[in-house]
């Protein structure tokens, strides 16, 4: 069977196309507003908060930035529940942070080394949550929920969220300050935002790509020859 170099190349390419979309290396930028502070250890509930450095109020507006591998493997709770636990030591290649930034502040948090941890549910309800605890405990929460099924095909990790399709999109998160003895504070937030900023095809679909490229170089060659 005769195969032009032409068709060689649209199958190649395909193929590339749908290995990345099933296992990408996916960053997402998003945006918010503080809706709740709270304080510890005296747990109380409060309009702002020093334990944040540079300080923060309800009100606040807040962006960070979120990575995942949408290609890890999940383990399953039960038929309705999979997640995937990030080994506490992760190694350089497969760390995943996420940072938040208080717009009002300049304040920045960065969480790692620690990769994400990703829940997600199929139920009565669809639900997925990203996570990630860095090394002095300081937490950071995504919560996206539907009250109804339907945006989740599979177990799939999604690698685009659109906010008008979730009943609610919240960020939760724990700072623990040393300047304050480790006292911390809690804030929840609203997702005003959740954007993809870049998806990177795992290396195996670049290994692919490139030997149907010199597949495709090695025809061209050995034409020229008997030409």
């Known amino acids: 069977m005769k195969i032009t170099m032409r ?3 649209s199958i190649l390419i395909g193929l590339l196309f749908a290995a990345s979309a ?3 290396i996916v960053s997402f930028e998003y945006t918010g507003v503080i809706k709740s502070l709270r304080d510890f250890p005296y747990d109380a509930e409060v309009t702002s908060s020093v334990y944040i450095p540079g300080g923060v109020r309800i009100g606040d507006n807040f962006h960070g930035s979120f990575t995942i591998d949408t290609g890890v493997p999940l383990d399953f709770s039960d038929a309705q529940t999979a997640r995937y636990w990030a080994p506490w030591q992760s190694t350089p290649q497969v760390v995943k942070p996420a940072t ?7 304040t920045s948090a960065m969480f790692k080394p620690q990769a994400p941890n990703i829940s997600i549910v199929r139920a009565a309800y669809d639900f997925v949550q990203l996570s990630v605890t860095s090394g002095n405990m300081q937490i950071i929460v995504i919560d996206f929920f539907n009250n109804k099924p339907g945006n989740l095909s599979d177990f799939s990790i999604p690698n685009n969220f659109d906010l008008r399709a979730w009943s ?13 003895d480790y006292s911390n504070v809690a804030m929840t937030g609203e997702l ?6 870049s998806a990177v095809p795992e290396p195996e679909s670049y290994a692919m790509f490139l030997a149907g490229l010199a597949l495709v170089s090695g025809v061209a060659a050995r034409r020229k020859r008997l030409a």
């Open 168 to 180: 609610s999109a919240e960020v939760s998160l724990i700072w623990s300050s040393p300047e304050y």
């Open 22 to 24: 099933h296992a990408e």
């Open 192 to 197: 005003t935002s959740f954007t993809k900023v």
């Open 7 to 9: 068709r060689i190349a």
């Open 100 to 106: 938040i930034t208080f717009d009002k502040t300049g």
